[in-house]
Nanobody, 124 residues
Framework: QVQLVESGGGLVQAGDSLTLSCAASGRTFSTYAMGWFRQAPGKEREFVGAITASGRRTYYADSVKGRFTISRDNAKNTVYLQMNSLKPEDTAVYYC?????????????????WGQGTQVTVSS
């Protein structure tokens, strides 16, 4: 069982930066691939990015590539989402998720554990 707690959301202006954190419980964090997803009002949850268990590889949605960076600190059981050059269309609830595998996927259904989400609002 893994518990995930996101933090760092808030209200920012377009062009600003924000870093989300996701703290995980448990001793096996380093064996889980981690993903970030988001859901805007009236829209389906969408893939933002993911990082392999080792942290060596990251993957991003085209909409955030070049602006967002995922990293993890396995010693601290934490994964981060650094968001730069934020746009109003980035407004959503952001979720971190853990996959019981070292390999990442882009499908939310492949992730077994989810945080409660943190709201990010970008004003124009």
């Amino acid at each position: 069982q893994v518990q995930l707690v996101e933090s760092g959301g808030g209200l920012v202006q377009a062009g600003d930066s924000l870093t989300l954190s996701c703290a995980a419980s448990g001793r096996t964090f380093s064996t889980y691939a981690m993903g970030w997803f988001r859901q805007a009002p009236g829209k389906e949850r969408e893939f933002v990015g993911a990082i392999t268990a080792s942290g060596r590889r990251t993957y991003y949605a085209d909409s955030v590539k070049g602006r967002f960076t995922i990293s993890r600190d396995n010693a601290k059981n934490t994964v981060y989402l650094q968001m730069n050059s934020l746009k109003p269309e980035d407004t959503a609830v952001y979720y971190c998720a853990a996959r019981v595998s070292v390999i990442v996927t882009r499908s939310s259904g492949d992730y077994a554990y989810w945080g409660q989400g943190t709201q990010v609002t970008v004003s124009s």
